[in-house]
Every structure is written in structure tokens, then in C-alpha cells.
């Protein structure tokens, strides 16, 4: 459960890294 939860965390930061990277 908890490497599921870190999984999608680190998903969430990615999307937000690249739309910072294209904004």
C-alpha cells in the first residue's frame, strides 16, 4: 500500500515538474 502511495506521490511531482519546465 505504502509503495502504491510513494508511486503515485512521485507521479504527482513528475506532471508538476514538467508542466513548471513548460509554463
Known amino acids: ?3 502504491i ?3 503515485i506521490i512521485n507521479y504527482l511531482v ?3 515538474c514538467v508542466l513548471v ?3
Open 1 to 3: 500500500m505504502l509503495m
Open 5 to 7: 502511495l510513494l508511486s
Open 14 to 16: 513528475l506532471i508538476i
Open 21 to 23: 519546465a513548460v509554463a
